[in-house]
């Protein structure tokens, strides 16, 4: 912090522990009424109403107390621990009122010194929480083991509640509880096993305490809980041994241990080994934040120093922006609003960069794209011409034969036009389904069996126009290997060039497995006898086979 700020800094920490004493001499100062009370009516002067006004002077100190815990502990496990612990010290104190100051019947007397157990045994075990919820979330759950330990001092409680009963945590010397009176009893087992729990949690709690700390500026500080602990363990051991000074001077064991409590626990919010909400108004205040609290009506509370004093708070829930860049804006909290102020300058000259940013990169997405569009088409354009080139290279056979075709068809006699025409016929035919399987074949590795009867179909349709008999039957039940479809179009396209003008009839049979065909011609088709192909001829019918291949064909 800047050396400016240190005369500041100081007058926070003398108003901070100004309050501090100020509570602090509150509290002594009921202390020491109730005190004086005590001594009134140990030496008889005013009758009952010293004993009253005593008893309720401790009762408001320790509900102020647990309002405080309401106001100060951070985390609402803890919290509650510490609330049933101040319930719990209050039930104690009302028992103790009722059973001096108002019972008269032995029997009820006995039963409420019972009840006394009650905050005596769970004020620890509420202490062991308190220390095993600490540095755990605001969701943590107690574990089963830690239900569990509840049980042991419900089963004391029962036992001294039915002590009548068994007499194993007091023992009265008639035998007979309440004969002639509850004063003359000796401790029993059970009676120290209650004890013993007590003093267990107790150190427990504060070795926990200890060992979650987790702030080394506190120093010897963290030791005061200690300290307070083993204090209020002697006074409990004096008192019972029956040291006759402790029971004058401190002999309301009951009050004792109660401020006892309270002191250890104050002194864990004081060490920081609880957390508080104290000094947050000079946290608050001190912030670098330009904010401010406001109630409901919009009057200010509280300023932090770097807030200016023409800061106020919106109506409505609008933001207020000033010429200089700086918006107000506010939000609903319980009972106010919170108000803050934001620099919009930094933030305004950074808004109109994106928009700047952000249209360039919209006018360069727009070139891209249209880069894109005209590369796309290029490539598209140049795959074109790539399967036209393929295509006119694999047929300029045909396409050159059909030029011929047709100059020998000018001035011809019909008889030659004829003839020519059929052989363009079935040229064409031949280049049309043959670019057709070539695209099929790019795209698909199989097809379906109805493009090869479309593919043989045509040639069927082509040679019966030309007056050959021709004919095909299909036995395929499943797709065929493109290849092979392509391979036997081929076979046909040869047996049709060889045969071109001797060819009288052709039929055709496809299968899964094979096509076989029969042809009716003078021609020779033994050269096309190949590894694939099998030629035969019976009766002057050439009997042509090919297997049809592929890993589903063969």
């Given at each position: 912090m800047p050396g400016g700020d240190e005369p500041?800094?100081?007058?926070?920490?003398?108003?901070?522990?100004?309050?501090?004493?100020?509570?602090?001499f509150f509290v002594f100062a009921i202390i020491i009424a109730a005190y004086s009370c005590r001594l009134l009516a140990w030496f008889d002067i005013g009758g009952n109403y010293p004993s009253y006004v005593r008893a309720a002077l401790y009762l408001l100190l320790f509900v102020l107390w647990?309002?405080?815990?309401?106001?100060?502990?951070?985390?609402k496990p803890v919290l509650h621990c510490l609330r049933l612990m101040d319930v719990l010290m209050l039930i104690w104190l009302t028992l103790r009122t009722l059973k001096y100051e108002v019972v008269t019947d032995l029997t009820v007397a006995r039963y409420l010194w019972y009840l006394?157990?009650?905050?005596?045994?769970?004020?620890?075990?509420?202490g062991a929480y308190t220390a095993i919820f600490l540095g755990k979330s605001e969701d943590y759950q107690l574990s089963r083991?830690?239900?569990?330990?509840?049980?042991?001092?419900?089963?004391?409680?029962?036992?001294?509640i039915t002590n009548d009963f068994h007499q194993q945590v007091f023992s009265f010397a008639s035998g007979i509880p309440g004969v002639p009176d509850n004063k003359v009893f000796f401790h029993r087992p059970l009676y120290f096993v209650s004890v013993g729990w007590t003093i267990g949690c107790v150190f427990f709690s504060v070795f926990q305490l200890l060992k979650k700390?987790?702030?080394?500026?506190?120093?010897?500080?963290?030791?005061?809980?200690?300290?307070?602990?083993?204090?209020?363990?002697?006074?409990?051991?004096?008192?019972l041994l029956g040291f006759q000074v402790i029971r004058d001077v401190f002999g309301d064991m009951n009050v004792m241990f109660c401020l006892f409590y309270?002191?250890?626990?104050?002194?864990?919010?004081?060490?920081?080994m609880i957390q508080s909400n104290t000094g947050y108004v000079e946290l608050y205040e001190a912030t670098t934040l330009a904010s401010c609290i406001a109630d409901q009506n919009g009057r200010i509370l509280l300023r932090s120093r770097t807030a200016g004093e023409d800061m106020v708070c919106p109506k409505d829930g609008e933001s207020i922006v000033y010429p200089d860049g700086m918006r107000i804006s506010s939000a609903p909290i319980k009972d106010g609003f919170v108000i803050w102020g934001d620099n919009l300058q930094h933030l305004t000259k950074l808004r109109k960069q994106l928009d700047e940013n952000k249209r360039k990169r919209e006018n360069n997405k727009k070139k891209l794209k249209d880069a894109y569009l005209v590369q796309k088409e290029l490539y598209e354009l140049t795959e074109k011409n790539s399967i036209y080139d393929e295509l006119e290279e694999k047929h300029k056979t045909q396409t050159r034969r059909i030029k011929e075709l047709l100059e020998q068809c000018k001035n011809a006699k019909p008889e030659v036009m004829q003839a020519c025409m059929k052989e363009i016929l079935l040229l064409g035919t031949y280049i049309k389904r043959s670019a057709n399987l070539y695209f099929l074949s790019q795209e698909y590795e199989k097809l379906p069996q109805q493009e090869l009867r479309l593919t043989i179909d045509e040639l069927v349709r082509a040679m019966n126009s030309c007056k050959i008999e021709c004919g095909a039957v299909y036995l395929t039940t499943k797709p065929i290997a493109s290849k092979e479809v392509v391979r036997l179009f081929e076979l046909l396209k040869t047996v049709t060039e060889m045969t071109i003008n001797e060819l009288h009839s052709l039929?055709?049979?496809?299968?899964?497995?094979?096509?076989?065909?029969?042809?009716e011609c003078a021609a020779d088709l033994s050269p096309i006898i190949s590894s694939e192909v099998t030629v035969d001829k019976e009766d002057g019918l050439w009997l042509i086979r090919t297997a049809i291949g592929g890993e589903d064909n063969a």
């Open positions: 500041g800094k100081r007058e926070e920490l003398v108003k901070r522990n100004t309050r501090q004493l100020y509570l602090m647990g309002y405080s815990l309401d106001q100060r502990i951070i985390q006394y157990y009650l905050p005596i045994l769970f004020i620890p075990l509420l083991k830690s239900w569990l330990l509840s049980l042991i001092p419900t089963a004391l409680f029962l036992a001294v700390t987790r702030l080394p500026s506190i120093g010897k500080r963290r030791m005061m809980p200690f300290v307070l602990s083993c204090v209020m363990l002697l006074y409990g051991a004096l008192y309270a002191a250890i626990y104050e002194s864990c919010i004081h060490c920081r039929f055709i049979s496809v299968s899964d497995q094979e096509m076989n065909l029969s042809v």
